[in-house]
């Protein structure tokens, strides 16, 4: 259920989903632990990036605000991997794929203005 600009997620996720998730962050921390500065090669990096990626577009699914919100992750980690020299995926700028978000909850009015009074007719 959509709420203006929040989404109720369900009490209860599908089979398996939370499990995955607990994992992932799992994974994640014990790779933060485990990783300083020296530490990284180039494929242990691709990997992490690869990861963050498919975790942002997976919980992109959940729907169009949260896919606009997410869609400078991969904007970022395209970012990271010019940085360090890693290839980057040219398909996977969100620019193209992802709508910018409204400004205005309607569009500018347009008319005669706030002192019209009306045609009057029979004069």
Same mark, same amino acid.
């Given at each position: 259920?959509?709420?203006?600009?929040?989404?109720?997620?369900?009490?209860?996720? *599908? $089979? +398996?989903?939370?499990?995955?998730?607990?994992? *992932?962050?799992?994974?994640?921390?014990?790779?933060?632990? *485990?990783? +300083? =500065?020296?530490?990284?090669?180039?494929?242990?990096?691709?990997? *992490?990036?690869?990861?963050?990626?498919?975790?942002?577009?997976?919980?992109?699914?959940?729907? $169009?605000?949260?896919?606009?919100?997410?869609?400078?992750?991969?904007?970022?980690?395209?970012?990271?991997?010019?940085?360090?020299?890693?290839?980057?995926?040219?398909?996977?700028? %969100?620019?193209?794929?992802? %709508?910018? %978000?409204?400004?205005?909850?309607? $569009?500018?009015?347009?008319?005669?203005? =706030? +002192?019209?009074?009306?045609?009057?007719?029979?004069?």
């Amino acid at each position: 259920m959509v709420v203006g600009q929040v989404m109720e997620l369900s009490s209860r996720a *599908a $089979p +398996g989903v939370e499990q995955c998730a607990e994992l *992932a962050v799992e994974s994640a921390c014990n790779l933060a632990d *485990a990783a +300083g =500065p020296q530490d990284w090669s180039a494929a242990a990096a691709e990997d *992490a990036l690869d990861a963050i990626d498919a975790l942002a577009s997976a919980l992109s699914a959940v729907g $169009p605000e949260t896919a606009r919100a997410l869609a400078a992750v991969a904007v970022a980690t395209n970012d990271a991997r010019r940085r360090l020299g890693l290839d980057v995926d040219q398909e996977a700028e %969100p620019a193209a794929t992802v %709508p910018a %978000p409204r400004t205005a909850s309607r $569009p500018r009015r347009r008319g005669l203005g =706030p +002192g019209f009074q009306g045609v009057r007719a029979g004069r």
